[in-house]
Structure formats: structure tokens, C-alpha cells
């Protein structure tokens, strides 16, 4: 069974786009979106509306937008890392700024990559290539 992975992104546009992308880069994993921080800590935590949901299978990877509503990707991230739980979750930023401020904040926060998305479909359907076949394939996860 293939894990999930975790797509925070509040842009329905984007959320299309990384579909596009996954299908056409043939990662298999199954695509869980959320539109906002608190829905993404709720979907980690198993709590609200995803209180059903078992707490212990986590997705293999979280790609994170960081300007998101309720909560902002910086917040959902310190949140991600102050649980020992979801400490060692592989957390990617994946975000159309390249501000320095917001990749160092993000690196400080404990981030394992920062990716701009590139505006071209193709290029961004490379990245999302890059990032399936390095988190997805190459990557030897922490042991729970």
C-alpha cells in the first residue's frame, strides 16, 4: 500500500496543478488536500473533523504552503516539529515565494526542503518528479 501524502495548499489552482503534476510524474501515492494550517494540524493530530482517522499513520511527506488562512505555514510547521510524534516528518515547503526571510524562517523552523514552484507546468511537473523520487523512493525515513 502505497503512504499518503500531505498537500497544504489554500490555492484551488495549485491544488490542480500538483494533481496535474503527480499524475504526469507517475506517483502513485494517494493526494490528501487541505485548504488551510488548523485543517492540516487537525489532519496530523487526528482532531476535528478528521478526529476518525488513525493517529499513527502518518503521510510520508508533507508539502507546505506557506501563506495559508488560520493558520500560516511558519505556525503549521513549529507545530509539526514541537510534537514528538511528527518531529521527524519529511516537511517540504513548496511555495511561489523565494523571499530570503521566508527561506531561512523556514530552514530555522526545521524544514527538510524549500522548493519554489516554478511557474512553467513542465518545469514544476520535473519538481514534483524530483521530490516524489527523493522523499517517495531514495529517502530512508525515521523509525516511529
Known amino acids: 500500500m502505497h503512504k499518503e501524502i500531505l498537500l497544504v495548499e489554500d490555492n484551488p489552482d495549485d491544488v490542480e496543478l500538483t494533481r496535474l503534476a503527480f499524475d504526469e510524474a507517475k506517483i502513485a501515492n494517494r493526494l490528501v488536500v487541505v485548504g488551510d494550517g488548523v485543517e492540516a494540524l487537525d489532519y496530523l493530530f487526528a482532531r476535528g473533523r478528521h ?27 513549529q507545530a509539526i516539529r514541537a510534537d514528538e510524534r511528527t518531529r521527524t516528518l519529511p516537511v517540504v515547503v513548496l511555495t511561489t515565494s523565494a523571499e530570503p526571510f521566508d527561506v531561512d524562517a523556514s ?34 525515513p525515521a523509525r516511529p
Open 51 to 77: 478526529a476518525d482517522r488513525d493517529r499513527d499513520a502518518l503521510p510520508s511527506i508533507v508539502l507546505l504552503d506557506l501563506n495559508l488562512p488560520k493558520l500560516d505555514g511558519r505556525e503549521v510547521l
Open 107 to 140: 530552514y530555522a523552523l526545521g524544514v527538510n526542503s524549500f522548493i519554489q514552484k516554478p511557474v512553467d507546468f513542465e518545469q514544476f511537473v520535473w519538481a514534483v518528479k524530483q521530490v516524489g523520487l527523493y522523499w517517495l523512493v531514495l529517502n530512508q
